[in-house]
């Protein structure tokens, strides 16, 4: 069985999704299954699947409802221990990213994460720290999905990705993930290289909204503390700092 399950979805980014393609085949590490979930997309995108077929074990071709419906089709498709999504334009980092990775995973970590560099190898770097809490997660997102490989039984367990949610889904898992006490472990690597336009480029206003809602619905004790408690008294703070 697959170590490693790699989930990419694409709609309409045939050129990204090559990219993509082409930084799976050269891995070193080579005991992976790959997964292509394209949501019927119009541009040569089915070309691009069909010329590397060799490479992908599975792929479906079908319209979706969003790009997490997607993703949840992909990790539902999975068999590997851990499932990475190296959405289409996103590429990894180098060729020894998955020998590197199974090297130094612990296998009673839940959800390993280290770091991305926006858009090129020289593009700022996102290196998240080592430890965090659940209280620390809920205004912002420590780790990027990019650079995170997950459990396929964690996301059976909380359900995968709500796809109500347009923006933070991902961050949705993270957070119903660590109520569920799950094991962190952080890798000094460079996972991916990540394209810099992305679904959650998109205004403070509206990422916050769908956080406050994801917390009032899911997770209202926290939510009434964040909101009565710790916001307050960092505005605090930042008032007794000017």
């Known amino acids: 069985m697959a170590f490693f399950s790699i989930i990419t979805i694409n709609y309409n980014n045939s050129f990204g999704l090559k990219k993509t393609i082409e930084s799976v085949a050269i891995q070193s590490y ?3 299954e790959f997964i292509i979930i394209d949501g019927a997309s119009t541009d040569d995108s089915v070309s691009v699947i069909n010329q590397f ?3 992908i074990t599975k792929s479906l071709i079908e319209s979706d409802t969003g790009v997490y419906n997607a993703m949840n089709k992909g990790w539902k498709q999975a068999i590997g221990s851990y499932c990475i999504f190296l959405n289409s334009g996103d590429v990894f980092a180098d060729k020894d990213v ?3 990775t199974y090297a130094l995973i612990d296998p009673s970590s839940d959800i390993i994460y280290g770091c991305h560099l926006c858009g090129s190898t020289d593009g700022a770097r996102w290196n998240p720290k080592k430890d965090f809490k659940f209280r620390e ?3 912002h997102t420590p780790i990027s999905h990019q650079a995170t490989f997950i459990k396929i039984s964690v996301l059976e367990n909380i359900g995968g990705f709500k796809e109500q949610y347009k923006i933070i ?3 949705g898992v993270l957070l119903d993930s660590m109520r569920m ?3 962190l472990q952080k890798i000094s690597l460079d996972i991916c290289i990540a394209e810099v336009a992305g679904i959650s480029n998109v205004s403070d206003q509206e990422v916050m909204k769908e ?3 994801y917390l009032l619905r899911h997770h209202f004790i926290a939510f009434f503390l964040n909101k009565y408690v710790v916001l307050p008294l960092i505005s605090l703070r930042k008032k007794i700092l000017c």
């Open 30 to 32: 080579v005991n992976y």
């Open 98 to 100: 998955l020998k590197n």
């Open 137 to 139: 997660i809920m205004n």
């Open 53 to 55: 077929h060799h490479i």
């Open 169 to 171: 889904a991902d961050w």
């Open 211 to 213: 956080r406050s809602l």
């Open 181 to 183: 006490h799950t094991r």
